[in-house]
């Protein structure tokens, strides 16, 4: 039972140290404003002038997302980021990070994860969901889309 248990430990784990292949530091994220944020977002790439998909990506808790958040953000929480961003994301997609203030080190923390994970477009947006409403954008409520569903009975 005890090797049944370590070899268990140890194949949940396994991936999970594969899941990073890039390391990253202050120093790749790239800083937009609100402003800066919403013209990349629309402003058309590549060959045929076509926009990237883009989004904004809330890494806090589901519980914050559903206080407050930017309309149309997907919630990602920080720690089911390494499982679930390639499957919510898609990889050519153009994602910008925010957290709720200018002090926050989550976005900094996420937007690196997302690089880590091979993300090539991530913007980190300064000062957050703060910045975001200060300069006179939307925010929404409620419950992420993106959410999991709860079980209609209590798992026993």
């Not at 937009?32 to 058309?44: E, G, H, K, S």
């Not at 089911?80 to 153009?94: P, R």
């Amino acid at each position: 039972m005890r090797r049944f248990t370590i070899l268990l430990a140890f194949l949940l784990l396994l991936p999970a140290s594969f899941a990073c292949d890039r390391k990253t530091s202050d120093k790749d994220l790239v800083y937009v404003t609100a402003y800066d944020a919403l013209r990349t977002m629309n402003q058309p790439t590549g060959v045929f002038a076509r926009r990237h998909k883009s989004m904004f990506c809330d890494p806090r808790s589901r519980e914050l997302y559903a206080q407050k958040h930017i309309a149309g953000a997907v919630s990602l929480p920080f720690e089911d980021m390494t499982l679930e961003a390639k499957g919510i994301l898609g990889k050519d997609t153009t994602v910008v990070v925010y957290d709720s203030d200018y002090n926050d080190v989550l976005a900094r923390a996420a937007s690196k994860r997302l690089l880590e994970l091979g993300f090539d477009r991530v913007l980190t947006l300064e000062g957050g969901l703060k910045a975001w409403e200060k300069a006179g954008n939307d925010v929404a409520t409620g419950v992420p889309t993106n959410a999991p569903e709860l079980p209609d009975k209590p798992v026993r």
